[in-house]
């Protein structure tokens, strides 16, 4: 379906014409009309917005925050100000410094309030004012990051600090219309004096040059730069958080130009971290000279107490997905800021240092390799390694991992199974018995799966899985259908289901069947041998091909941020990284606090 059929279908539902619809993926506009959902990214469960056209009631410009995007109050109010700026005339004034286009914004007191960045004006973007133009999507001057991308980096920045742990000013998405935009060389005492007689901006036909869509910061006031000062004057709590802040996002430019100082009442400096439109790149490629914070004395201390604390609220894989409802951002990057947060609490949780995380991140030059780059490539061959050969239900249980399920202590030695006879699961494999776990690997899966003691019942090598409640009691999961794959070495169970998804209903256990790993037949279960005939074996060999491929091509459509596999293998590789760094540091080391 194209932009043009959906605009059509909007008509014909709600009665209200295409020329007045503008609908938006998160914060892009789905403005070419030919151009197909799929190719803007959009898929079965993705959200569109339908936004009314833009209403300028005055001559003079208009400025409105995104929708979709969390606002706190703040927000709100200078937004409000920003519009009272421009009905008195104002317009956004750009600054001489920077590669991009950015504009101060005021308010009706002619106060700088805001700080705009256009999408359009990014390096290697189309209409970059600084000589650097381009097409969107471009390659930008770092490497990892496009033409585009960092407006949505600013606003990501500011959405991770939820807590307000580290002093990232507010910030969000706006849609800005004004005059200026078309006519840069009208100087500000013109718009000012005479903008009462200026033609009045039109809402329809509107010239898509006065129209830009960017982030949008709060300004802060008497503020200082931190190179007016000596990092040794910087308390070593704010040190850590805005490294810890760069760490998570992956931040690939720190310098002190964009770190501000303000003081407390106490004359107690305190950092503000902005300018976050270089942070969470495709790739980990940032040496360590391009952040500043490296060289500083405060990165060797162990972190605070406090500063445990807020790291242990983070949830990397919960934390990933809420990100990305928000921002449009591409898989590798989502899957970065995943590997970020895992790096961090580990190393935290192992009472290491700011300095040890950046000695794994970051290298000293830049055709040199990062330890952390050799960590994911090792994870992601014995993934590529290993898929096809890891039971779903192993998989099952690594998807849980971050929200700790309780697995039942009943049956030490028994799998219960659950048959659902549902028409539409007809076509499913029958469910099939196995005698007992012996492969290695899913062997050692289970055993470092998780801190869990319960777990496991004194064996190791035995997996207690067990169901024994009605799936209605629990209104947030329904599993489908159990299926056990008769190869001596696996067990394998469908993935639970989201009710919010279409045509998915509670399903009530229709029946339970629990049997002892050690019993080699199952009574009602397994298929008698020599009762099938050629037609029917035939029938069997194109079903069980038929599901292979379904499941190939289920696995082939996960993002990689989700891809719960490589990130089992790749917080194993950590934990060796860890053991062999505390181990170097002192010898009397034999095992991590992990």
């Known amino acids: ?79 409000f100000q920003s519009q009272e700026g421009f009905n008195l005339g104002l317009f956004p004034k750009p ?52 033409s585009g991308e960092a407006a949505s980096r600013e606003v990501a920045a500011y959405l991770i600090d939820e807590k307000e742990f580290f002093g990232v000013p507010p910030t969000t998405f706006v849609e800005v219309v004004h005059p200026y935009f078309g006519n840069r060389e009208l100087a500000e005492e013109d718009i000012e004096e005479n903008y009462k007689d200026m033609a009045p901006i039109a809402s329809t036909n509107l010239d898509k040059k006065l129209v830009k869509h960017g982030s949008f910061q709060k300004f802060i006031e008497n503020a200082e730069e931190a190179s007016d000062y000596g990092s040794n004057m910087f308390p070593e709590d704010e040190v850590h958080k805005l490294a810890i802040l760069d760490i998570l996002i992956l931040n690939c430019d720190r310098n002190e130009g964009n770190i501000l100082i303000k003081k407390d009442s106490n004359k107690r400096f305190k950092l503000i971290p902005i300018d976050h439109g270089l942070s969470f790149p495709d790739t980990i490629d ?18 605070s107490e406090k500063e445990q604390e807020f790291i242990s609220t983070l949830n990397p894989k919960e934390d990933t997905i809420k990100l990305s409802k928000y921002i449009k951002f591409r898989d590798a990057c989502l899957k970065n800021f995943r590997i970020a947060s895992t790096v961090l609490i580990r190393y935290a949780k192992a009472e290491m240092t700011i300095a040890d995380i950046a000695n794994l991140l970051y290298k000293d030059e830049p055709d040199m390799v990062a330890p952390i780059e050799e960590i994911i490539k090792k994870a992601e061959i014995i993934t590529e390694t290993m898929k096809g050969s890891i039971s779903r239900e192993f998989l099952n249980i690594l998807s849980q991992r971050d929200k700790k399920p309780k697995i039942a202590k009943h049956f030490s030695q028994d799998i219960i199974l659950e048959e659902s006879k549902e028409k539409e699961n007809s076509d499913l494999p029958r469910l099939k018995a196995k005698s007992t776990i012996k492969s290695f690997a899913a062997t050692k899966l289970l055993t470092d799966i998780s801190e869990e003691p319960d777990m496991f019942d004194g064996n190791k090598n035995s997996l207690k899985v067990g169901r024994t409640t009605s799936l209605t009691e629990k209104k947030e999961n329904s599993f489908k259908h159990t299926q056990e794959v008769l190869d001596g070495s696996m067990i394998e169970m469908s993935s639970e289901e989201s009710l919010e998804e279409e045509n998915s209903t509670p399903t009530k256990i229709t029946k339970t069947i629990a049997r002892k790993a050690s019993m080699p037949d199952l009574t009602g279960l397994e298929e008698e041998k020599g009762e099938k005939k050629g ?11 038929l599901h292979k491929g379904t499941k190939k091509k289920q696995q082939q459509t996960v993002p990689s941020y989700l ?17 062999v760094n505390r181990e170097e540091q002192d010898p009397d080391f034999r095992q991590a606090k992990i």
């Open 95 to 146: 600054t001489l410094e920077g590669t991009s286009g950015v504009y101060f914004i005021r308010n009706s007191n002619r106060k700088n309030i805001g700080i705009f960045k256009p999408v359009d004006e990014e390096p290697f973007a189309p209409n970059n004012p600084k000589g650097y133009q381009g097409k969107l999507g471009s390659q930008g001057f770092r490497r990892g990051i496009l």
């Open 286 to 303: 940032i040496c360590s000279y391009e952040l500043v914070w490296t060289e500083w004395p405060q990165i060797h201390k162990p972190f």
């Open 1 to 79: 379906m194209t932009v043009a059929e959906l605009k059509k279908k909007i008509e014909q539902e709600l009665g209200l014409p295409v020329t007045l619809q503008r609908l938006f993926l998160r914060t892009q506009e789905l403005s070419q009309h030919n151009v197909t959902l799929l190719s803007y990214g959009i898929r079965k469960k993705s959200t569109i917005s339908l936004r009314p056209p833009l209403n300028l009631k005055n001559k003079s410009g208009l400025i409105q925050a995104y929708e979709n995007i969390p606002k706190k109050p703040v927000i709100k109010q200078i937004v």
């Open 535 to 545: 037609d029917e074996e035939q029938a069997d060999v194109k079903k069980s091909k």
């Open 563 to 579: 891809d719960d596999l490589f990130f089992y293998y790749f917080e194993e590789f950590l934990k060796q990284k860890i053991e």
